[in-house]
């Protein structure tokens, strides 16, 4: 099963449009968000895209009252950080971040090195990192949004291989 990785697409709509357009070209009908949606009108571009969403807010996330009710009631599947979840007999847990970017960084290595969990997706640095530990995946898709790093970039994930496909947008 492949899956879309996205994180940190802070309200940059025209991105936003671009990555659900291209999991759909690609035929991905599930999309893992690691936080940073930020506005309710952004979450609402996954609405009737056949896409089924798992995600987390972000430290930057307003009106998170608002997205909770847009996702309650619609089954859009948003929720506080941590989030964990088991695709296609997969193990994973979803965190935006934690702190500042290196102890966000610590908390992902611990997570994959000492958690039950055999992915670990996370966001907030806006970097790209896409690392093995053992058998084990740590992945942060970097930025939909484009604008702190200058990429705009999400993942495709194979859940049976751990592999992992950057593309930029």
Do not use: C, W
Not at 58 to 79: C, P, Q, V
Not at 110 to 133: P, Q, S, W
């Amino acid at each position: 099963m492949l899956v879309g990785v996205l994180s940190d697409t802070h309200d940059n709509l025209n991105n936003v449009e671009k990555a659900i357009n291209l999991l759909k070209r690609k035929k991905i009908t599930t999309v893992i968000h690691a936080g940073d949606i930020i506005a309710p009108f952004t979450l609402r571009k996954f609405l009737n895209t056949g896409l089924k969403f798992y995600g987390v807010f972000g430290n930057n996330d307003g009106e998170i009252f608002l997205l909770s009710k847009i996702a309650l009631s619609t089954g859009l599947n948003l929720k506080p950080q941590p989030y964990e979840l088991e695709l296609d007999g997969r193990k994973i847990i979803i965190f935006h971040g934690m702190g500042g970017m290196e102890e966000t960084k610590r908390v992902a290595y611990a997570l994959v090195r000492y958690g039950n969990y055999d992915i670990v997706i996370f966001g907030h640095t806006h970097e790209v990192m896409v690392e093995k530990v053992e058998d084990k995946l740590l992945l942060n898709p970097g930025e939909v949004f484009g604008g702190l790093t200058g990429k705009a970039t999400l993942a495709i994930l194979d859940l049976e291989t751990l592999e992992v496909e950057i593309i930029e947008l």
